[in-house]
Every structure is written in C-alpha cells, then in structure tokens.
C-alpha cells in the first residue's frame, strides 16, 4: 500500500482551507490530516502531528506566512508549500519565502479557474518524497567574472520547483557581458515578472521578462513570461524572442521543450542548453534535440537539486552531456561560451 502524504493546511480563510482540502484529499495518495487558521494554531498542529508537508498562506493575521516560515526552516526545517494571491505584492513575498527555504508555491485560485490550486497535489507528493531538508540560508554575495571573452553562442535554460534558488546561484556567476540567455521556469502568471526584477537586482548582467519581438544581447537574460505563453527564440539573421500563444505542453505554459526545441532550430551547435531542478520531464526531449543538434548540454546532479525529476529523465535519455553540482553549473556555462583566445567562436 502507499503510503500517503500527510498534510496541514495553514490559512486563515476557512473556505479557503476547505478548498485546498477538497482538492488535496482528491488524490488517493495525499491526506489533509489538520488545519491551522494562523501560526500559533499551525505551531501547535506541527508539534501534534507531524506533517510530512505544510501548506501556508503568504498573509495571516498576528504572524504573516513569511515571518513563520522563517521559524519553521530555523527551529524545524520540513516541505512547506506557499499558497499566495496573484498579486505583484503576492508574488514578491512569495519569492522570498523560495529564497528562505519553501519547496514550491502555488497561487490562489482566480474566477473561471478550471483547476483551482492546478498541480498542488503533485507538488505535495513531491515535497513529501523530496530527501532533501530545507534550510534558511542568507544570501551570499557572488562576485561574477571580470575577464570574460564573451563567444556567440546562445545559453537556454529550463527549470521548476527549486529553480528560484537554482537560478539565482547560476545566474550570479554571469558578468556583465554575459552570452545572450534565454530561460523558461515553470512559475504562475504575474510571478515572473517580480522574479525577473529580483534577479536583475542581485545579477550583473540586465535581467528581464522576455517580450514578443525583443532581440538577444549580449549581457541579457530573457525570462519566459508565466501564463497563457511558450518562449521561442527566432530569426537565424537576428535571434529574437517569440511568445506564442499555443496548448500547454508536458502540462506547462510556457514550456522548457518548446524553448529547447526552438534553440536547437535556431542555434545547432552555436548553444548551451541547461536543465535544472524541477518536476516531471520538461525539457529531457528539446535537451536531447539541442544535444543531437550539436550544443553542449548540462544537468544538475541529484545531490544539488529539490526534485530530481526534469535532469533526471534528460540524463536518462542521453540528453546530458555534464552533469554537474549547482555550484559548478554557472562557470561551466561560461567555460563553454567563452570566445576563443584567437577570436570569437
């Protein structure tokens, strides 16, 4: 029999918690074993039961979500699933509480929604799986590359849960002249805009949300914007980014795949293509596309990641060529795009 993961649910609106609750006892291997209506309630029930996974909304009266994920990860580190509005004010708190240590999060639902909470359950199981224990981790200051010969090759990378931290510590590695990057990580409509500024005020080079036409540069970093979008680059003359408005694939939109296939398109052999942690298999086949194309491929290792699901299936496929610790991964970009001592690539 499996055994089942075990949840509590923290919010401070009772429908809300009843929602989340409906929704997460649908799935025969997931069960709602309490609910907190603010932290000193949600204290208490950790002492109690010991959930494997937490659900916890981002604004609660008397302690907000943030301020008690910060006691969880320092006193009693475990998976703590963030619930946040769709909101700039929602996302940005909801960023932070990724750098701090929560596993994922997921936003509440909006009027019309066919799935409210979307993949929660999955995401729930996942945590409860994860062998890795979250720990609150300030920030480290990275000091990037000063003597960077940057080649023409274009950088694509694909990530989800645990891709902010991910990012961040790849991105930081960058200098400011930085090889044209183009990233797609499965995250909720308005999220990415707030993460693309979040990053382009910790990273040296200019960070932004990808629009429809905009021209890779050196010394840019595109986001793949969240929502109702894929993220392709085009244009052989003038690689540019492309959002088209087609299904979701793997289940996502934007898709890791649907980038990585267009690169291998665009860019053959003239690519990096990296695949980070995350959730499923997008991205292992337009990895395997760019690998076959002749780009250099990358996967973070098991050890470094909070879900070994999207490197794992690629590495499985052949589609990795270096797999590598999360550490590493930002200088071996720049190893494989640097421009040759006698010139450009």
């Given at each position: 029999m499996i055994s089942r993961a075990r949840v509590l649910v923290v919010d401070d609106s009772p429908t809300m918690r009843g929602l989340i609750t409906a929704v997460l006892n649908s799935d025969p291997e997931v069960s709602v074993i309490g609910q907190a209506g603010d932290a000193m309630e949600a204290r208490a029930a950790i002492k109690q039961l010991n959930p494997d996974v937490v659900t916890l909304d981002i604004e609660m009266p008397n302690m907000n979500g943030l301020e008690f994920l910060e006691k969880i990860m320092r006193l009693r580190p475990m998976p703590v699933i963030m619930v946040s509005t769709m909101t700039h004010r929602g996302a940005e708190a909801t960023l932070a509480a990724l750098e701090i240590g929560a596993f994922d999060c997921v936003g509440k639902p909006m009027p019309g929604d066919a799935r409210p909470f979307g993949d929660l359950a999955e995401k729930v199981k996942a945590a409860a799986r994860s062998k890795r224990r979250p720990v609150a981790q300030a920030a480290v200051a990275v000091k990037p590359a000063t003597d960077f010969r940057v080649g023409r090759k274009i950088v694509a990378i694909g990530s989800s849960t645990g891709g902010v931290e991910a990012l961040i510590a790849v991105l930081q590695k960058f200098p400011q002249n930085c090889?044209?990057?183009?990233?797609?990580?499965?995250?909720?409509?308005?999220?990415?805009?707030?993460?693309?500024?979040?990053?382009?005020?910790?990273?040296?080079?200019?960070?932004?949300?990808?629009?429809?036409?905009?021209?890779?540069?050196?010394?840019?970093?595109?986001?793949?914007?969240?929502?109702?979008?894929?993220?392709?680059?085009?244009?052989?003359?003038?690689?540019?980014?492309?959002?088209?408005?087609?299904?979701?694939?793997?289940?996502?939109?934007?898709?890791?795949?649907?980038?990585?296939?267009?690169?291998?398109?665009?860019?053959?052999?003239?690519?990096?293509?990296?695949?980070?942690?995350?959730?499923?298999?997008?991205?292992?086949?337009?990895?395997?596309?760019?690998?076959?194309?002749?780009?250099?491929?990358?996967?973070?290792?098991?050890?470094?990641?909070?879900?070994?699901?999207?490197?794992?299936?690629?590495?499985?496929?052949?589609?990795?060529?270096?797999?590598?610790?999360?550490?590493?991964?930002?200088?071996?970009?720049?190893?494989?795009?640097?421009?040759?001592k006698e010139g450009s690539e």
């Open positions: 090889p044209p990057t183009v990233i797609t990580q499965h995250m909720p409509p308005t999220f990415t805009k707030s993460f693309s500024e979040r990053l382009n005020r910790l990273c040296a080079p200019i960070v932004q949300e990808a629009t429809d036409g905009a021209r890779l540069e050196i010394g840019r970093i595109y986001l793949a914007p969240g929502g109702e979008r894929h993220l392709q680059v085009v244009n052989p003359s003038a690689p540019s980014c492309r959002l088209i408005e087609t299904a979701p694939v793997n289940g996502h939109r934007p898709s890791v795949d649907v980038l990585f296939d267009s690169v291998a398109e665009l860019a053959g052999r003239n690519a990096v293509g990296v695949i980070l942690t995350g959730m499923g298999r997008d991205g292992a086949s337009g990895l395997l596309k760019m690998r076959s194309a002749g780009a250099r491929t990358i996967g973070q290792n098991e050890k470094t990641c909070v879900v070994y699901g999207m490197p794992r299936v690629a590495y499985e496929l052949g589609a990795v060529e270096h797999q590598l610790p999360l550490g590493s991964i930002g200088e071996e970009i720049l190893k494989l795009t640097a421009a040759r």
